[in-house]
């Protein structure tokens, strides 16, 4: 006989994705204490190769089978298949994958500062190309071995990153990477002529924390840098 467990939707809520408790109204009116087993017969294969269900502390997660339905763990699973999950308190909503819309500025998660490359609001700075641009970031005059280094703490909360990048002088040279796990998620040069490039990297789900390095160009000397200026605009993750 299988052991029978007692478990509310708290605590598979919490469980999967450790946000904290429920409380007040919302917990008296919307949850609900169900009786379901927890399985530790069931195995999983994912993509052909066993998958082990594990929290944040590297403990097993076994399905619970409630009414005849088999329930995993959400965190576990997302992560697994490369999709972003985070859970909004004031919904009471589980996000999954991309967020709606534009999402939220990356400015917003900006971890730490460099004096090469900041973070703006002024327009005659950041506007190049003849386009007014009210925010973003410029990096004056980047260095082609030491770059102009930007950081973002993201939590593994988000699907897509996208960002428009001109640059003035010289190419510029960017390297978008995980940190975290020293993945490498997107190099590119940016010439003076492509005025505003646009950029999707749909991979960051399980980043926490991403970097941006500006790698700028200097002369045949080695005696001046010739990128003048780089912008990065429309900064978003979603």
């Known amino acids: 006989m299988k052991r029978k467990t007692i478990i509310t939707t708290t605590m598979l809520l919490c469980g999967a994705f450790a946000f904290g408790t429920f409380t007040g109204v919302s917990a008296e009116t919307n949850l609900k204490e169900i009786a ?3 399985n530790q017969s069931i195995n999983i294969k994912l993509n052909g190769n066993q998958f082990l269900p594990t929290d944040s502390e590297g403990n097993k997660l076994n399905p619970i ?3 005849g339905y088999s329930y995993l763990p ?3 699973l997302s992560q697994a298949l490369g999709v972003a999950v985070s859970y909004d308190d004031l919904t009471s909503t589980i996000l999954l994958g991309q967020r709606e ?6 400015d917003r998660f900006r971890a730490g500062g460099s004096s090469t490359a900041v973070t703006s609001r002024d327009a005659d700075i950041l506007s190049i190309h003849g386009e007014t641009i009210n925010e973003g970031f410029y990096s004056l ?3 082609d071995i030491l770059p102009s280094t930007m950081n973002f703490r993201l939590n593994a909360k988000f699907q897509n990153l996208s960002f428009r990048v001109g640059v003035i002088g010289s190419p510029a040279t960017i390297v978008v990477s995980d940190q975290k796990n020293k993945v490498e998620l997107k190099k590119f040069t940016v010439n003076e002529s492509d005025k505003f490039k646009q950029i999707d ?3 960051i789900s ?4 991403l970097d941006i390095q500006i790698y700028g160009t200097m002369d045949s000397k080695r005696v001046n840098l010739t990128t003048e200026k780089v912008v990065i605009t429309d900064a978003y993750v979603k």
């Open 36 to 38: 379901a087993y927890i």
């Open 65 to 67: 089978i409630y009414n």
């Open 74 to 76: 959400v965190r576990a």
């Open 101 to 106: 819309g534009k999402g939220e500025k990356l």
């Open 141 to 143: 005059k980047p260095h």
């Open 201 to 203: 990297i749909s991979t």
């Open 206 to 209: 399980d980043v926490d924390y």
